[in-house]
């Protein structure tokens, strides 16, 4: 059985400053749950507590532990507000264990004189539909997998053995009722490193942080459509890759621009 995020979203309780969701196993990635996930949950608790109208301009998230089946609990506390700008703080805590920190920055629109800058979208080699879609396969794939679908136009899918470092991928969510803001967070960390294609057989991977920046979100319906993810391993040492990721929206506007350390444990 799976349960939708805006299913998950309508059954929060909130709490004073603090909101509670229950995380099912459907979400999960390995021993935790999808972090695209967990920091989606985490932009709704800051809007629920603190009242916040801004757009969401930046989010940074430090995956501390992993976060188990059940209710899981976001903390919020405003750092500081001031008149365009609010930081926001916020702790997830799973079975009273601290999981996760995550900050969110969420600034008003200013009148600038600077000219309008805004990124070109590379189209991807493949269409959509000449690619076969990455299947969800109980105890191989994640979990999460059977809510997001994915098609590798650029790159390889992990464990094939092919030496990339960077990957062009069509996404889209299988669930329809969530907000823009929601959705771009959630797909913005879908796809995994593009390193495991490296490797010829299971290897586990995990984000260690992750720091993502939202440009104005674009107008329209987001929900229709294929996104286009584009990423690229910058560095790697010691068990550790730096990556970087641009979340093009099915229109083809920048939706946002992300940045990742992860562990590779092969």
Not at 25 to 31: E, L, P, Y
Not at 80 to 88: F, L, P
Not at 126 to 138: M, N, Q, S, Y
Not at 186 to 199: A, I, N, V
Request: charged letters at 15%.
């Amino acid at each position: 059985m799976t349960v939708a995020l805006s299913e998950i979203l309508s059954g929060r309780r909130l709490d004073g400053d603090t909101v509670t969701y229950t995380a099912t196993d459907d979400w999960a990635q390995g021993r935790t749950m999808f972090g695209g996930f967990l920091s989606a949950l985490a932009v709704v608790a800051m809007r629920d507590t603190l009242g916040l109208d801004m757009p969401l301009r930046a989010l940074q998230t430090n995956f501390v532990g992993p976060v188990a089946v059940g209710e899981v609990h976001y903390k919020t506390r405003l750092l500081r507000q001031g008149k365009s700008v609010s930081q926001v703080h916020c702790e997830i805590y799973s079975d009273d264990t601290l999981a996760g920190l995550v900050v969110g920055v969420f600034g008003a629109a200013r009148e600038t004189q600077l000219p309008l800058r805004t990124p070109t979208r590379t189209p991807l080699p493949k269409a959509v539909d000449d690619i076969p879609a990455l299947p969800f396969i109980p105890k191989i794939t994640p979990n999460f997998l059977q809510h997001v679908e994915m098609r590798w136009a650029v790159g390889s899918i992990p464990y094939m053995g092919n030496p990339f470092w960077e990957s062009g991928i069509y996404i889209r969510a299988k669930d329809a009722g969530i907000s823009p803001e929601v959705l771009i967070v959630m797909l913005s960390d879908g796809p995994p490193t593009p390193c495991l294609s490296h490797f010829k057989g299971p290897v586990m991977a995990s984000s260690v942080s992750w720091s993502l920046e939202l440009p104005p979100l674009p107008a329209g319906n987001l929900e229709d459509g294929w996104f286009q993810i584009d990423m690229e391993t910058t560095a790697g040492s010691d068990g550790y890759v730096n990556q970087s990721a641009k979340l093009w929206t099915p229109s083809g506007e920048l939706a946002s621009l992300g940045y990742q350390v992860v562990a590779v444990y092969g």
